[in-house]
């Protein structure tokens, strides 16, 4: 090897030294960043001989897709897991001590108190303080169920915007990620971002990834829409402020496809929309139908009846605003937020709670024990029979269809638990197949310090040896200089 060549070798060795530093402290520099994907600077030969250094990151795109739906699946669960919470935590927690259920039990109790005792003037109070609660648990509920479906439609709205700014974002990025790709440049700070776009993208609506020409990306959302090609898919929502039981919520459109609703505890949803989606438009509104199910089987349990049968039947203790008649077995809308005590038997609006003895909340037709007796109980008896016989229910309450009052009140909280607890299993394992996905794709992309530190001790002795040849040639010329004396 003449001193030329020699000194040439070592100036190579200089420029891929140089290079490989570069990388790896560019990689040490990132060490815990979780949307870089590693570099490594790869020495090659070219077909004249020479040697080059030459990037390559470490893409796993398998790896993403998997990554990616896992993502998806792990926040439509957790999505639905708070809404259920929220739910739960306004019936009072894992007790439910703020149900309907549990007040209804409270108030079967006191009348059969009062049927013990008729003539205590303080145990008929006590039955209207009950019937109270009652019908406040119905009015709380039914307004935090339509609170979380408000807020839920304010989420989707919210989620709607981020997801149009990440894809427009992602066209920015993909492009600059094809121009270079194309033109031999380096576009891996652009792939990073464009994977950390998906990874985020992902977590908002179930995405498929497919690859096209110059490392061009093409994203479908799970259930088969295009949601980006060459440029984003709108997005649109439109959102309403306020809630009740007769209010439907606007769809979510993406490229004029509705956005579907996730399904059952464990959803198969993908995304946070789908879950919320499924709040919004199947869950709040089955337990609303259940709470004006409940409601209107107080009404008829408490209903009153004229003795003699010339007069249809009244509402008794329990009456509602907008309305005098209920159909049996079927739903009237926002009947539990309607729901109060009548006037006639609340001592603090003027009312004598003793009516619920003796009847005639609606007038004198309507009174059964035209004697007075203190010790009169058929009437009171009549309303304890009444709450655990059987009637019937809608079909849309999702539950069974002919129970008593206190089954179904306590069937929704079945319902509601078996919900809640479907959906706490399934967000464990949904959790748990997220980190194994995230380490997976964590040990292939991510910065090992130690195998950087590794590497770039392997860079130094090559940039020494190095220097030592040029050391060595150095020494060949200076004696070569002093022999041409």
Known sequence: MSLASSLGTAQGIFRNTGQQTSVLTTNIANDGNENYVRRQAVVTNTVYGATMVQ????????????????????????????????????????????????????????????????????????????????????????????????????????????????????????DSVIRLTATGGEPSDYLDRRDTLVKEISGIVGVSINMRENSDMVLYTSDGTTLFETDPREVTFDRKYNYDASVTGNSIYIDGTPVRAGVGGNTDGQGTLSALVQLRDVIAPTFQVQLDEVARGLIEAFAETDPSGGQPDAPGLFTWSGGTTLTSGTVEPGLAAKIVVNDAVRSDAGGDPTLIRDGGINGTDYVHNTAGASGYTDLINTYVDAMSADRDFSADADLTTTTSLLSFASDSIGWLEEYRSTATSAGDNKSALYERTYQTYSSKTAVSLDEELSLLLDVEQSYKAAAKLVSTIDEMLEAVLQMAG
């Open 55 to 174: 990037n390559e990151r470490s893409q796993q795109m398998a790896l993403l897709r998997q990554f990616s739906s896992a993502t998806s699946q792990q926040s439509s669960q957790s999505t639905l897991l708070e809404g259920l919470e929220t739910i739960s935590s306004a019936l009072g927690g894992n007790d439910y001590e703020l149900s309907t259920s549990t007040y209804l039990a409270n108030l079967q109790s006191s009348l059969q108190s009062f049927a013990a005792a008729p003539g205590e003037y303080a145990l008929a109070s006590t039955v209207v303080t009950d019937a109270i609660d009652v019908a406040n648990s119905l009015n709380n509920a039914t307004a935090s169920t339509q609170q979380l479906r408000a807020d839920t439609d304010a989420q989707i709205a919210e989620q709607v915007e981020s997801l149009n700014k990440l894809l427009a974002e992602f066209k920015t990025v993909n």
